[in-house]
């Protein structure tokens, strides 16, 4: 996988690199987004409850844009998760 479909996948661009479909790739970003907005609810649910749709979305989609996580497992990103947490909230 190149890096302009890690981009695209994450949020960073909206470029879609060669030898994908806009359409694919915005299943898969959708389905990044989904694993890591379950993952950080079942580890953090008072933030989520405390947030409406569109703050959670906003902030799963801007921790995802910006996190450094490189791991294929989600439940690794709950470390990440927390890291981000502390920078924004710095």
Not at 1 to 25: C, H, N
Not at 36 to 47: D, G, R
């Amino acid at each position: 996988m190149s890096a302009g479909f890690y981009d695209y996948v994450r949020g960073r661009s909206d470029a879609v690199p060669a030898g994908y479909t806009e359409a694919g790739l915005r299943a898969y970003r959708h389905l990044v987004y989904l694993g890591a907005s379950q993952m950080i609810a079942s580890h953090h649910p008072a933030l989520r409850q405390a947030l409406d749709d569109g703050q959670w979305r906003f902030l799963i989609e801007d921790f995802v844009r910006q996190s450094a996580w490189t791991s294929n497992y989600y439940a690794d990103l709950v470390g990440e998760f927390e890291a981000y947490l502390a920078r924004v909230s710095a």
